[in-house]
């Protein structure tokens, strides 16, 4: 089974524009979440999907939003990019087996991530 | 509210030698637990997850794991350290209605020496 994809690895802006992150979870996963990692402030939950709904959201500012479609593909979205919003952004996705939301137990699966930097 | 805490920023051992890494959690209800490994430019990988079931957690790449409730800790240990074990490891926290959402510790940078 492919892992999670997440595309583009790299990415460079410039202050005030936005961008757009793209997910692929393994197969058969419909649980989606996003992860910032800064050396600063460490791993930090975004939010998560499940079933084109958003289910949890961390405590980031409303710049910060994402969405899933039917086939469980996510996208997140940066707006105003700010100089902070340098980070490695992560994405996780998770199942359970009855397909129902996943229980806290359900392990997370990550990609690679997307390396934004932001000058 | 759920935090980590992952004692040591960086851990440095000779290889063969004994691997700990400490790990710290507070939870207001019983909690699940997962060590996860972050090798450079690549995302998280599961090494083992405690979730009620045996205390004594085995996971992959010969790391274990005990979980102590007394303590509130969850310690991962390697009895002999390999060089490809030089990574980051990361120490997580979840509930039943976390869902996807867990909370990381401030992550250890293991080196290991020849």
């Given at each position: 089974k492919a892992g999670v994809t997440q595309t583009p690895r790299y990415l460079i802006k410039t202050r005030g524009q936005q961008v757009t992150l793209s997910c692929s979870p393994i197969s058969g996963h419909r649980s989606v979440s996003w992860y910032q990692q800064t050396p600063g402030q460490g791993l930090q939950f975004l939010f998560e999907y499940f079933s084109e709904t958003q289910r949890n959201k961390g405590?980031?500012?409303?710049?910060f939003s994402g969405r899933q479609f039917s086939n469980s593909r996510s996208e997140m979205n940066v707006s105003t990019?700010?100089?902070?919003?340098s980070a490695l952004y992560l994405c996780a996705s998770s199942f359970k087996g009855d397909g129902t939301f996943v229980h806290g137990s359900s392990p997370l699966h990550f990609g690679n991530g997307t390396r934004l930097t932001v000058t | 509210a759920q935090s980590v805490t992952q004692l040591g920023s960086h851990v440095s051992v000779s290889e063969g030698a004994l691997v700990l890494l400490r790990c710290n959690y507070s939870s207001s209800v019983p909690p699940y637990l997962f060590w996860y490994v972050q090798y450079p430019n690549q995302g998280l990988q599961l090494l083992l997850k405690y979730t009620?079931?045996?205390t004594l957690v085995k996971g992959i790449n010969g790391f274990e794991a005990e979980f102590k409730k007394s303590e509130t800790s969850f310690h991962l240990t390697k009895p002999s350290a390999h060089m490809s074990d030089a990574a980051e490891y990361f120490c997580a926290v979840s509930d039943p209605?976390?869902?996807?959402r867990l909370t990381f510790g401030e992550g250890t940078q293991l080196t290991v020496n020849p």
């Open positions: 405590n980031f500012p409303g710049r990019l700010e100089l902070g919003d | 009620s079931a045996a209605t976390s869902g996807s």
